[in-house]
């Protein structure tokens, strides 16, 4: 029999459960407490798990939640905290990413409040500058006069950029730690090769420079023409010279004085493509145009270039770094055809190494210009270069460079009267295959079978001819293949000089 339901025991039961959760259950339908910046959910947009005081905070002494049309009363201003300093407000107040006025002053570094023009905040102002300046240590101070530099060359503020590195400079050598001085000179010579670049493409394309200070001293006019950027690039080479030499640590001075004469060659050569070869040019716009007495200034002023490099390299202490930066020097000055002081500067290496490395680079940018009788005096002195070496191993390699290089720009003659440099008979037979495939590939099978003949021993021929049909071989190929590619009716290229 089932027992009988006790009804006055279930309604007691029942009031005390609803006594025990009705209190719960309204309080939740109240809207969440103010996070203290100190409990959970900060910045997460949750409830700050203050429930049961009406301040919303922690400890319960907090100002009073607010409710519908209720405002702040005077008395709920911002905690202060020792030092003057207030809590900010969480990640997620206010933000209006990326215009809001307010965040101006802190991305731009300015002191001013309130919203700044998108030219203004493009730029390094002159109160960024005047706060860094205020840096005592001069380790520090280098190096954010170094970092503001860089990016005066990004917004093209190339006078602010120059006076900036100048400051880094001084800042830098007054570095007292060995290590840390040589770290600032270092890295101010790498951004003046970015300085001395830019002052270069942007003199012949723009007429100011976007500099504004007002009421700031001028020490260089504001137009920025081809005299005055090649002019201002020269200069900062000739500041990371004196740099180089105040390195302390004898092998980084050698290489970065080799750096320092490879950046004046290089903007060497710049100078004259940008300027003078350009000019040559009948597509060239009229403002690139340039008179034959500005052709001829600009000229002087880019051998001028190679002679300070040429100086600072004379006075680099390591054989390798000198041999290395005379070597780039010449061939800098060899690519923008500048070939007088390109032949002196290689002939004036001592090592024969580096020396005929330089003179063959040198040879090839001739034959491309179809210079060929200066070409010709060239290779002559790779070939007295090359045999001036003693070492036999080094020479058959120098002999193969000759010989890789005449056979390239279509010298068969002189590639076979440079055979007898090799030390070895090995050497010499692979390279008259080379010359005999070569000569054959550009049409002159005959002449090469007639050399063997002549010249080769006769175990070797069998090979040589061989060699000298392949040869043929490849040139029907290479007309196949221009004859399906449709470039058959082209024009060929010129025979090499």
């Known amino acids: 029999m089932r027992p009988a339901l006790e009804l006055p025991r279930f309604l007691a039961v029942l009031v005390a459960s609803l006594a025990f959760c009705l209190p719960s259950m309204l309080m939740a339908q109240e809207p969440p407490g103010l996070s203290s910046g100190t409990g959970q959910g900060t910045g997460t947009g949750r409830s700050a798990g203050v429930q049961r005081n009406p301040t919303g905070s922690v400890s319960g002494v907090g100002p009073p939640r607010m409710g519908p049309g209720r405002e702040f009363e005077g008395e709920v201003s911002p905690r202060q905290i020792p ?35 998108s030219s203004t905040a493009a730029q390094v102002g002159p109160d960024l500058i005047d706060n860094v300046r205020m840096i005592t240590d001069t380790y520090d101070r280098s190096r954010a006069l170094q970092e503001l530099a860089r990016e005066a060359i990004l917004s093209n503020q ?85 740099l180089a030499r105040a390195i302390i640590n004898p092998t980084y001075r050698s290489e970065y004085l080799a750096r320092v004469a490879e950046g004046l060659g290089r903007d060497s050569s710049r100078i004259v493509l940008e300027y003078v070869r350009r000019s040559d040019l009948d597509t060239s716009p009229p403002f690139e145009k340039l008179s034959e007495a500005e052709i001829e200034e600009i000229e002087k002023a880019a051998d001028d270039y190679l002679v300070e490099a040429e100086q600072v390299c004379q006075e680099i202490a390591r054989p390798i770094w000198k041999n290395t930066a005379l070597e780039r020097t ?54 007295e270069a090359v045999a001036r070496v003693d070492q036999d191993g080094l020479r058959g390699v120098l002999t193969g460079y000759l010989v890789d290089s005449l056979i390239s720009t279509g010298r068969f003659e002189d590639a076979r009267a440079c055979l007898v440099l090799y030390p070895t008979a090995s050497e010499k037979f692979v390279a008259m295959g080379a010359v005999a495939e070569s000569e054959a590939r550009r049409g002159s099978a005959e002449r090469a079978r007639q050399w063997i003949a002549s010249d080769a021993p006769p175990a070797w021929r069998p090979v040589l001819y061989r060699r000298v049909n392949s040869g043929v071989l490849s040139k029907i190929g290479n007309s196949r293949q221009s004859l399906f590619s449709g470039r058959e009716g082209q024009p060929t290229a010129p025979p090499p000089q």
Not at 88 to 115: K, Q, W, Y
Not at 166 to 179: D, I, T, V
Not at 235 to 241: K, N, V
Not at 343 to 357: D, H, K, P, T, Y
Request: contains cysteine.
């Open 330 to 383: 010449a061939i800098n000055a060899g690519e923008s055809q500048q070939y007088p002081r390109a032949f002196s500067i290689a002939r004036s290496i001592q090592n024969a190494e580096a020396r005929s490395q330089a003179l063959i680079l040198v040879a090839e940018s001739q034959c491309r210009h179809r210079q060929a009788v200066e070409a010709t005096k060239t290779y002559a002195e790779v070939a």
């Open 83 to 117: 030092g003057s300093r207030s809590i900010p407000l969480g990640p997620g107040v206010n933000v209006r990413f990326p215009d809001d006025p307010t965040l101006g002053p802190l991305l731009s570094g300015a002191d001013r409040l309130g919203p700044v023009s």
């Open 158 to 242: 190339l006078l602010l950029a120059h006076r900036t590195l100048e400051e880094a400079s001084r800042a830098a050598l007054s570095e007292q730690n060995s290590l840390r001085h040589d770290q600032l000179i270092i890295e101010i010579i790498t951004t003046t090769g970015l300085l001395s670049e830019t002052l270069i493409r942007e003199g012949k394309t723009q007429s100011t420079m976007l500099e504004s200070q007002e009421g700031r001293p001028e020490p260089l006019p504001t137009r920025l023409n081809p005299k005055l950027s090649i002019r201002l690039a020269r200069l900062e080479w000739q500041r990371a010279s004196v």
